[in-house]
């Protein structure tokens, strides 16, 4: 018997890893084959999108999606994670940053800009996770890379003892680290700055208004058709290049982006092409 194949897409709960996510839903599916799209520390909630048997093929290119953030930065502290989970420092008092201050800093944090992503991130330094080697207490230097924030809002201030949360409305690249984006703010201010919550409220066209939280029941699975509607171009084709795109061949057909959907007479999804030429070449095929 076939086992079926989709997408599910979770607001995971704090305390919980992406893994452990994936492990829950292997249980209520019975199946090996799930994984995940675009990794969520423990302490944050939100979208995860996670891929079911042939649908984990989609997932490295659901991953490159832009994504939004609700996040709050405490001004005042540092933290050996950038976060909430690491060792937190008293750095200098933040609580007399007024808006002017705070919108001095932010401005060079929006647009294309280089980041340093935060030392615990999954980045791989000499085949290990950079993570890894900062919580062995190992020194870790990564390299800045290109990124894009294209929404940097505040939404809210609250001033503490000697420190000052500053909730911010995150539009941003695939890559973009918020941990990065509240160490840089509190460098900027002389204050310090880690993230005390972080909640991802969308990838690319999946909404956290329509995600489920995993309960004892299986959840309904977003059809392959369905999941590449939303993330890329798509484009029907008739019988003759559905065998075509079976057998996995080029086509002299011109496909539309990158990344396009092809989708079967009767809808269903066939494979992701890209152009070649003047016509269009595989780049996973899914039946």
Same mark, same amino acid.
């Given at each position: ?38 990794? =969520?520390?423990?302490? +944050?909630?939100? #979208?995860?999108? *996670?891929? @079911? ?6 997932? %490295?290119? !659901? ?78 230097? =990564?390299?800045?890379? +290109?990124?894009? #924030?294209?929404? *940097?809002? @505040? ?6 003892? %000697?420190? !000052? ?123």
């Amino acid at each position: 018997m076939t086992q079926s194949s989709g997408l599910v897409v979770v607001d995971k709960q704090a305390g919980a890893t992406s893994h452990q996510v994936v492990s829950r839903l292997r249980r209520l599916l019975g199946t090996r084959k799930i994984g995940h799209a675009g990794t =969520l520390d423990p302490m +944050a909630t939100g #979208v995860l999108i *996670l891929g @079911v048997n042939r649908a984990t093929r989609l997932l %490295g290119h !659901l991953a490159l999606h832009d994504k939004r953030y609700l996040a709050t930065v405490r001004l005042g502290e540092s933290s050996s994670t950038d976060d909430a989970d690491g060792e937190v420092t008293p750095v200098a008092p933040a609580d007399g940053v007024d808006a002017e201050q705070l919108e001095h800093a932010l401005a060079p944090l929006r647009g294309r800009i280089s980041q340093v992503p935060s030392a615990v991130s999954a980045i791989k330094v000499n085949g290990q996770r950079a993570y890894k080697l900062a919580r062995e207490g190992k020194e870790v230097e =990564l390299a800045a890379r +290109a990124v894009e #924030v294209s929404r *940097l809002d @505040v939404l809210d201030v609250r001033p503490g003892a %000697g420190v !000052l949360d500053v909730d911010l409305d995150v539009e941003c690249s695939s890559g973009t680290y918020i941990r990065a984006i509240a160490r840089d703010l509190g460098n900027a201010l002389g204050v310090g700055g880690h993230l005390t919550s972080l909640r991802r409220t969308r990838i690319g066209g999946y909404d956290v208004a329509e995600a489920v939280t995993l309960g004892n029941e299986p959840p309904r699975l977003m059809s392959m058709a369905e999941g590449a509607r939303r993330s890329f171009p798509c484009i029907n084709v008739d019988a003759s290049a559905e065998t075509d795109i079976r057998f996995g061949r080029a086509l002299t057909m011109p496909v539309p982006a990158e990344v396009t959907g092809m989708l079967s007479p009767t809808g269903e999804l066939l494979a992701l092409y890209r152009p070649d030429g003047d016509g269009s070449r595989p780049v996973a095929v899914l039946v």
